[in-house]
């Protein structure tokens, strides 16, 4: 069974601080997305990762994948208030179309 | 394209009745998901479709739960008889499931409250 794990779940910060979110897979698979929820919204797509090494930027958000360790990062830099969101990444197994999500992590950045 | 959409997006209904949600997934997308999100158990994926065809129902919780997709651009999940313990946000969700498998993209959900 595939299992996606994410850590912390819970995360406040101070405006201007990094941070890493960790994304942690249990079974084989070449392929991790990350995406960002609203309270009370659906869920947005913000980062495909396609193969190991891949990194994505986009603004204060950068994601790594490495498929030997299953782990992929979500580093955010320099934080500002408008980031807070909760953070899912999902992994599709190999061989299936079938996308399970992690546990979410809930950023909550103070001013 | 306007993207997944679902209706209703909030639902009332009292225990026992039944309850259809409705999804128009993404036009040339072949895989589509119905995923339940609550606090208690964050987003589980229920079932899924590729190319029409259920592939995985193995999430759904029980037998009042059923969803079919009878063509490619509509598909419908429905709880009956429906308990308060189904209350949550139920979201319907399309991709391009293939060898370029893309990211899922998601409809608005439908909050469903049973009383």
């Known amino acids: 069974e595939l299992k996606v794990e994410q850590n912390p779940l819970f995360l406040s910060m101070q405006e201007g601080k990094n941070y890493t979110i960790y994304c942690n897979y249990s079974t084989t698979s070449d392929r991790l997305y990350w995406y960002r929820q609203d309270p009370g919204k659906s869920l947005e797509s913000l980062f495909v990762?396609?193969?190991?090494?891949a990194v994505k930027q986009e603004g204060r958000l950068m994601a790594s994948l490495d498929t030997k360790a299953r782990l992929s990062t979500l580093h955010i830099t320099a934080a500002v208030h408008d980031l807070s969101a909760t953070y899912f990444c999902a992994v599709d197994m190999r061989g299936t179309y079938k996308y399970i999500f992690g546990t979410g992590t809930r950023l909550k950045v103070l001013a | 394209d306007a993207g997944v959409i679902q209706s209703p997006r909030h639902e009332v209904t009292e225990m026992g009745q039944e309850v259809t949600l409705r999804c128009k997934p993404i036009s040339g997308h072949n895989s589509l998901f119905w995923y339940r999100q609550t606090m208690m158990r964050g987003l589980e994926l229920l079932i899924y479709?590729?190319?029409?065809?259920?592939?995985?129902d193995s999430g759904m919780p029980e037998d009042r739960f059923s969803a079919k997709m009878p063509n490619a651009s509509f598909s419908t999940l429905k709880i009956q008889p429906s308990e308060p313990r189904d209350s949550a946000v139920y979201f319907c969700?399309?991709?391009?499931?293939?060898?370029?498998?893309?990211?899922?993209?998601f409809g608005q959900g439908t909050r469903l409250t049973v009383v």
């Open positions: 479709f590729n190319n029409n065809v259920p592939i995985d």
């Open positions: 969700a399309s991709s391009f499931g293939g060898l370029m498998n893309t990211e899922a993209f």
């Open positions: 990762l396609l193969s190991n090494g």
